[in-house]
């Protein structure tokens, strides 16, 4: 008996064949072919995930709507805090030209190491009645003094006080009347009278440009005299100096110019 050969060309021409229609029919038979009584589970399933899927969805577009709705919500509630804490600008209305004030004149005296400059003539403002007498400066007089008429002495709760009358600066026969307490009495002799005249004296408060005093005068008749007022030592010493070559060195102040004008001190 003679051998053949083994052929393995021939051998694989069968074997390959054969495994692939053993392959193909496991896979078959494994991932395509479903048995008849489980099509009814599988169509079951199919609906139950389809019915998951629908209630899924419709869950997501209620929640998109409600979180659309709380977004709109705060956003208004935004605008509504800032409309009602800002307020709307307004322009100024537009500025209205004024005339600059006129300064008031308050009173001039030149000064001289603290003491008042004045002239042989000064205007002399008396408080009280708030009149504007024309005085004459006199550092050959020790007190001071002022025209007055009807000195009557009277007492009030236990003390000496005085009632008299001063003229009204420029008005003829008008005289106002005045009530001081005494501070003293004086005598005077005169040139022309032989015997010595008591005076009453009481203290008034004057003012000679922006200089404001209170000093003693005496009650006297000045009627034949050009001034009613005369200025003494008594107010000059320490306080004033008199430039002999002036007359009104000072200035009162407006305000006291009007009350002049209407008759009071208030």
């Known amino acids: 008996m003679g051998y053949r050969f083994f052929q393995p060309r021939r051998f694989l ?25 489980n099509m009814e589970d599988l169509r079951t399933s199919v609906q139950t995930q389809r019915a998951t899927l629908v209630t899924m969805e419709s869950n997501a577009t209620v929640r998109h709507e409600q979180l659309l709705n ?24 537009a500025a209205v030209p004024v005339c600059p004030a006129v300064a008031e004149n308050q009173g001039r005296a030149d000064r001289l190491k603290g003491k008042v400059i004045v002239g042989e003539i000064e205007k002399f403002y008396l408080a009280g009645p708030g009149h504007i007498y024309t005085a004459r400066i006199d ?36 005289w106002v009347t005045m009530e001081r307490e005494i501070s003293r009495r004086v005598r005077v002799i005169q040139a022309s009278a ?45 306080v004033m100096l008199i430039d002999v070559g002036k007359e009104y060195a000072t200035e009162l102040p407006d305000s006291y110019r009007r009350k002049a004008v209407n008759g009071d001190d208030s």
């Open 194 to 238: 032989e015997e010595a005249e008591r005076r009453v004296v009481v203290e008034l408060q004057f003012a000679i440009g922006d200089h404001q005093q209170v000093a003693e005068f005496t009650l006297a008749d000045r009627a034949n005299l050009t001034y009613e007022v005369l200025i003494g030592r008594n107010v000059l010493r320490d």
């Open 70 to 93: 709380k977004s709109d919500a705060a956003t208004q509630s935004i605008l509504d805090a800032i409309a009602t804490q800002v307020e709307r600008p307004v322009c100024p209305p």
């Open 139 to 174: 550092s050959g007089a020790e007190t001071s003094s002022i025209h007055a008429r009807n000195v009557k002495r009277f007492e009030r709760d236990g003390s000496n006080w005085v009632r008299f009358e001063v003229p009204v600066p420029g008005a003829d026969g008008e």
């Open 13 to 37: 021409m069968f074997v390959i064949p054969a495994i692939a229609l053993v392959i193909t029919g496991c896979s078959a038979d494994r991932y395509f072919m479903v048995p008849k009584n």
